[in-house]
């Protein structure tokens, strides 16, 4: 019977999904998390009667066919990249984007990793880094002697010296954007690396044209609804559920079957 593989490729779907709505929720407090989503695909059929097959030897047509689907697949868990709500914190290093865009990280490697997290500390160097130590691109280094650090909404860093009156130009923060963000690849720590889904980056200050600006004091909160996502679980149990009762019932209908005289 089809039924018992169809039954259990839903199974395994909704438990992927259940997965991913796990991880969902458990990020729900992760500065500048995107949450993501489950894309389902049926999969091949079988053509008993292929629809458009003649039916006679005078021409007449079979208008629908007869096909029967095997079944479920996950197609693709894809990342929604959607703004996310703005907690203030008031730490002059924690920086938020509103817009489009991610910080670039440089990795132990030289590698440039992308991140909407803007949590920021300075080191023994008093370089701008992540909180695993990784340097903020472009490097920007705060004088020991500073009173003060401001970020504008453009990128620029100011530095407040002890004993002068200007304010002194310390860099100016850059972004980078891709055509398709949903390629990117999670590498954890909130941090993305590009692929050839993702393109090329395009890289620009903040306040550009299609460039977010940056928030000062603030964080950008992750974009998971909670009670879209609570939802989405219980769909997916009631779902699970009613694909192992198609399991049952064929096996009952099995067991009938063997049960004849």
Request: proline share 3%; charged share 15%; net charge negative.
């Amino acid at each position: 019977m089809r039924s018992l593989d169809i039954g259990a490729t839903g199974m395994l779907a909704q438990q992927m999904n259940v997965d991913v709505i796990s991880n969902n929720i458990a990020n729900m407090t992760t500065t500048g998390h995107k949450r993501q989503r489950v894309d389902f695909k049926d999969l091949i059929y079988q053509n008993l009667t292929r629809p458009g097959a003649q039916s006679s030897d005078v021409g007449t047509i079979v208008p629908s066919g007869l096909q029967l689907g095997l079944g479920v697949r996950i197609g693709s868990v894809y990342r929604i990249h959607e703004q996310g709500s703005l907690q203030i914190t008031d730490n002059p290093l924690d920086l938020a984007l509103t817009g489009d865009g991610f910080f670039q990280i440089t990795l132990p490697s030289g590698d440039t990793a992308y991140t909407r997290s803007g949590v920021f500390q300075t080191n023994q160097d008093g370089e701008i880094v992540t909180t695993q130590g990784y340097q903020l691109d472009p490097n920007i280094v705060v004088p020991q002697n500073t009173i003060s650090v401001e970020v504008n909404e453009t990128g620029e860093v100011f530095a407040q010296i002890s004993g002068q009156t200007a304010l002194q130009n310390l860099g100016q923060i850059q972004l980078a954007t891709f055509v398709n963000p949903a390629g990117l690849e999670a590498v954890g720590d909130n941090l993305f690396l590009e692929t050839e889904g993702s393109g090329a980056p395009i890289i620009g200050n903040p306040g550009d044209e299609n460039f977010a600006t940056v928030r000062q004091g603030a964080l950008e909160n992750s974009n998971v609804n909670v009670v879209e996502e609570i939802t989405r679980l219980i769909t997916a149990q009631r779902a699970y559920e009613m694909n192992s009762n198609v399991i049952t019932t064929s096996d009952e209908m099995l067991q009938t079957v063997t049960q004849l005289r």
